[in-house]
T-cell receptor, first 110, second 114 residues
Framework: SQQGEEDPQALSIQEGENATMNCSYK?????LQWYRQNSGRGLVHLIL?????REKHSGRLRVTLDTSKKSSSLLITASRAADTASYFC??????????FGAGTTVTVRA | ETGVTQTPRHLVMGMTNKKSLKCEQH?????MYWYKQSAKKPLELMFV???????ENNSVPSRFSPECPNSSHLFLHLHTLQPEDSALYLC?????????????FGNGTRLTVT
């Protein structure tokens, strides 16, 4: 069953701007992961944040996790045309199964 | 290159055909997965194999039949499919499941059922 739900469904920004997308989920989790999917390709893992962590950085990516609100955000700073893709959050409960949302489609305009 | 290779990339088949999708990984992973991705919908987990044993069948219709002969190879056998089965089928692998390991995905097979 779907656990994570991304918001917004679609986002269009100018190159150089920041992009923020959110993920909400319903039940307690072990960790939350963000993936990127370029058109016609598979998903690529970006970052994993555990339930006892509040913030993680990886290059131009910043992920926050608020377990009290059951929500996470992904921030992409100084966006580039190559960041155009769909972004998915996935939640892992105490078993090994990941539940994915429907994704946020990000378009970066030159 | 993701380390997970899926063939074919595209497949068109009639409802009475039988075809197979193939997935191969040489990452040393012991868990392999089939996901279905339809437009505007969350990824749907179909099957999970751990150490060649099926550990998850997510209520998938019997017209989809998985096979995992070893930890590096995974197949999805298709027969008498329906048009609504048209989708992107993604294979993924991971180290033995603790829930703490990211998935490595292939680029998928785009399936069209006519």
């Amino acid at each position: 069953s779907q656990q994570g739900e991304e918001d917004p469904q679609a986002l269009s920004i100018q190159e150089g701007e920041n992009a923020t997308m959110n993920c909400s989920y319903k039940t307690s989790i072990n960790n939350l992961q963000w993936y990127r999917q370029n058109s016609g390709r598979g998903l690529v893992h970006l970052i994993l944040i555990r339930s006892n962590e509040r913030e993680k950085h990886s290059g131009r990516l910043r992920v926050t996790l608020d377990t009290s609100k059951k929500s996470s955000s992904l921030l992409i700073t100084a966006s580039r045309a190559a960041d155009t893709a769909s972004y998915f959050c996935a939640t892992a409960r105490n078993d090994y199964k990941l539940s994915f949302g429907a994704g946020t489609t990000v378009t970066v305009r030159a | 290159e993701t380390g997970v290779t899926q063939t074919p990339r595209h497949l068109v088949m009639g409802m009475t055909n039988k075809k197979s999708l193939k997935c191969e990984q040489h990452l040393g992973h012991n868990a392999m997965y089939w996901y279905k991705q339809s437009a505007k919908k969350p990824l749907e987990l179909m099957f999970v194999y751990n150490f060649k044993e099926q550990t998850e069948n997510n209520s998938v219709p019997s017209r989809f039949s998985p096979e995992c002969p070893n930890s590096s190879h995974l197949f999805l056998h298709l027969h008498t499919l329906q048009p609504e089965d048209s989708a992107l089928y993604l294979c993924a692998s991971s180290p033995p499941g603790t829930g703490d390991s990211p998935l490595h995905f292939g680029n998928g097979t785009r399936l069209t059922v006519t």
